[in-house]
């Protein structure tokens, strides 16, 4: 059972074609301010292709995303969702996009309270067509007063417990968003990431990093085939020419003993271009990768790009 078949495709823009590349220009996305309009004007177009290469048949597990860190998955026929949000709740003026085809989603992953991840309005929308809700104990309050979902619909994610819904099994644990200061003290925002087994591999989403301490890592119970880690190389630092972070960043992802790693949270053009993340950075991890000799391979995942096997 797939997640086509159930409404009708996405409407298309008029002579896009269907593909896994990003359909604005990347090079405008990394140079300069005018990217945002060229990201703006073709996203309905994107947005569409992602929805229908998810409710077609074809390979029976793909991973793609339909903004910087929002996630549509499908593994096995069970359609599923990592902090789903619409552009348009972050952006002024971002065109419309139909998210009626959403309603097809058997659950959604949520990691953390911040509004490019958490779009109160659409996971409302969601839980009154009957998507279940796997939520952090840390959010449980603030999806209570936002989206007021059924008690029924909501299953607490709590770090180290382990879920199985609708034949996914689910590992929450610890996220990484909280800040070291100079003391080292960790301070700032609660999040929850997910190990995932499913479509016969081993998932990781840590979502959101601010700190990269290898000590914090947790005890997976299986190595990682997928890893998909956010890129952050410093506040106010996308246009420097060596990110503060960038050696401390690529040795993160490594410990994690992925066989394959995707960096994401890419071309959130709701940042300013100082904190705007691209393929120019995801090349800067490789190369930087190289120069220490770890031979891994770093691939970007942007919106409209996808993962399958």
């Not at 009626?100 to 659409?122: C, K």
């Not at 939520?135 to 994610?157: G, K, N, T």
Request: net charge negative.
């Amino acid at each position: 059972m797939y997640c086509y078949g159930r409404n009708e495709p996405v409407t298309e823009g008029a002579g896009v074609p269907l593909t896994h590349e990003v359909l604005a220009p990347r090079s405008a996305v990394e140079d300069d301010d005018e990217g945002l309009e060229l990201v703006r004007a073709a996203y309905p177009a994107l947005w569409a292709t992602a929805l229908n290469r998810w409710l077609r048949p074809g390979p029976p597990n793909q991973i793609g995303m339909l903004y910087a860190s929002s996630y549509l998955v499908q593994t096995g026929g069970t359609c599923w969702a990592i902090d789903p949000i619409l552009p348009s709740s972050l952006i002024p003026d971002w065109p419309a996009v139909d998210a009626q085809p959403l309603r097809q989603l058997s659950f959604v992953l949520l990691t953390h309270a911040h509004s490019d991840h958490f779009d109160g309005g659409l996971l409302a929308m969601l839980a009154a067509s009957g998507v279940a809700l796997i939520v952090p104990d840390h959010m449980l309050e603030l999806v209570r007063d936002r989206v007021r979902p059924a008690r029924r619909q909501v299953l607490v994610a709590r770090s180290g417990i382990p879920l199985t819904v609708a034949g996914v099994d689910i590992l929450p644990f610890d996220g990484f968003h909280k800040a070291r200061d100079d003391a080292g003290t960790l301070s700032g925002i609660e999040s929850t990431g997910y190990y995932i087994v499913a479509g016969g591999r081993n998932l990781v989403f840590p979502g959101d990093a601010r700190h990269y301490d290898p000590l914090t890592l947790p005890d997976l119970p299986g190595v990682p085939d997928y890893l998909f880690a956010h890129l952050w190389l410093g506040r106010g630092a996308a246009l420097a020419p060596e990110p503060p972070l960038l050696d401390a960043y690529g040795r993160f992802v490594v410990r994690w003993r992925a066989k394959h790693i995707y960096l994401a949270h890419l071309h959130q053009v709701s940042r300013p271009l100082t904190d705007r993340w691209t393929e120019r950075h995801v090349e800067m991890v490789r190369q930087h990768l190289k120069q220490i000799d770890v031979p891994v391979k770093v691939e970007g995942l942007g919106p409209g790009q996808q993962v399958k096997w």
